[in-house]
């Protein structure tokens, strides 16, 4: 467990520099910074319970990681030759798959066919849900930098206006799917199930 506890405490100073960072960024990414450390310390304590492995445990943190690092602005400029959005969601969806079928596999007996199917049904539920909260977010809060917030994280540029945000959103469940239906290959090609 010595290893899982370094990258624990990697997993929080990282996101505590991120914390800082934010605070004096005009409060941007500020929420999202205390959502993830919230999750890290979460799916640390109850490590065993998820049956978590430090890959799967090390691949949601870089997944919360690639969303935070949208406080230098990554979202509206993307730093790779693609849409930087689309990989935060792709990586969500991948590492959201691999946890979820790594948990069922243990504690659900059933055909892994349905564990197949209830690994992706609740990748996307989460992805879903992350979209309900920036549409919430819009309502109450407005438009602005990460979480609850909308426009600020490239939203509705697509067509710059809200047909963009369709568009969007759409988009981004898309590339959840991509990403649930990469992490189940990767499951299936390391463990090989026997009974499909």
């Given at each position: 467990?010595?290893?899982?506890?370094?990258?624990?405490?990697?997993?929080?100073?990282?996101?505590?520099?991120?914390?800082?960072?934010?605070?004096?960024?005009?409060?941007?990414?500020?929420?999202?910074?205390?959502?993830?450390?919230?999750?890290?310390?979460?799916?640390?304590?109850?490590?065993?319970?998820?049956?978590?492995?430090?890959?799967?445990?090390?691949?949601?943190?870089?997944?919360?990681?690639?969303?935070?690092?949208?406080?230098?602005?990554?979202?509206?400029?993307?730093?790779?030759?693609?849409s930087y959005d689309r990989l935060t969601h792709f990586v969500g969806g991948l590492s959201l798959a691999l946890f979820f079928i790594n948990f069922f596999n243990k504690n659900l007996k059933t055909k892994f066919f349905f564990l197949v199917l209830f690994a992706v049904a609740a990748s996307l539920g989460v992805?879903?849900?992350?979209?309900?909260?920036?549409?919430?977010?819009?309502?109450?809060?407005?438009?602005?930098?990460?979480?609850?917030?909308?426009?600020?994280?490239?939203?509705?540029?697509?067509?710059?206006?809200?047909?963009?945000?369709?568009?969007?959103?759409?988009?981004?469940?898309?590339?959840?799917?991509?990403?649930?239906?990469?992490?189940?290959?990767?499951?299936?090609?390391?463990?090989?199930?026997?009974?499909?």
């Open positions: 467990m010595k290893k899982e506890k370094l990258l624990f405490i990697s997993f929080l100073v990282i996101f505590t520099a991120l914390f800082i960072f934010s605070f004096f960024s005009r409060y941007k990414y500020l929420i999202d910074s205390l959502v993830a450390t919230s999750i890290i310390i979460f799916l640390f304590s109850f490590y065993k319970e998820l049956n978590l492995t430090k890959t799967i445990f090390s691949l949601i943190f870089v997944s919360l990681l690639l969303h935070n690092l949208g406080v230098f602005g990554f979202y509206n400029q993307s730093p790779l030759p693609f992805g879903s849900i992350i979209e309900i909260s920036e549409y919430i977010g819009f309502l109450f809060v407005g438009e602005g930098e990460g979480f609850f917030y909308f426009g600020g994280t490239g939203d509705i540029t697509l067509k710059g206006n809200l047909d963009g945000a369709w568009v969007n959103s759409s988009t981004d469940m898309i590339y959840n799917l991509l990403g649930s239906l990469a992490g189940l290959s990767i499951f299936l090609f390391y463990e090989k199930p026997k009974q499909f």
